[in-house]
């Protein structure tokens, strides 16, 4: 491997023969979020560590954190949000910040629409929502 001497490659070696170093970077693994690579960690498979996954690269919401705000037409907030969550979002509070990405508007959005422009997060009314929603299933 490029870049890595052969003591890194025999230390990384022995350490993949440990099962119980194995299980804890597995369970660390599991447990980050990773930006722009899904970390897809099998277990009897450590060439999968660090492989880009295609389905991750098209997530329309990767790595993003939403908030909703408002009623969303034809769809519960809790609906919306395990949707987005399956399409990448890292999370989706109910408080808007300046960590905050996306503020998806429904009817009467009110205060948390205006404290986003505030901020100068993204905000999408409920039908662009709907439309990002529907082209990612599409893809």
């Known amino acids: ?22 299980t804890a970077a597995k369970d660390l693994a599991r447990s980050l979020k990773i930006y722009d690579v899904n970390v897809d960690v099998e277990r009897d498979n450590p060439n999968t560590i660090g492989k880009e996954s295609k389905e991750s690269l098209s997530l329309p919401f990767q790595g993003m954190t939403i908030v909703f ?5 034809g769809m519960s907030r809790i609906s919306a949000q395990k949707a987005v969550t399956k399409l990448g979002a890292k999370s989706t509070p109910n408080s808007i910040s300046k960590l905050t990405n996306l ?19 993204k905000v999408i009314d409920a039908d662009e929502f709907m439309n990002l929603l529907n082209d990612s299933k599409s893809s």
């Open 1 to 22: 491997v490029k870049g890595i001497g052969p003591s890194a490659i025999s230390a990384l070696v022995s350490f993949s023969k440990e099962e119980t170093l194995m």
């Open 103 to 121: 503020v998806v508007e429904g009817e009467k959005g009110g205060k948390k629409s205006r404290r986003a422009r505030d901020l100068g997060v």
């Open 69 to 73: 705000t408002g009623t969303l037409p």
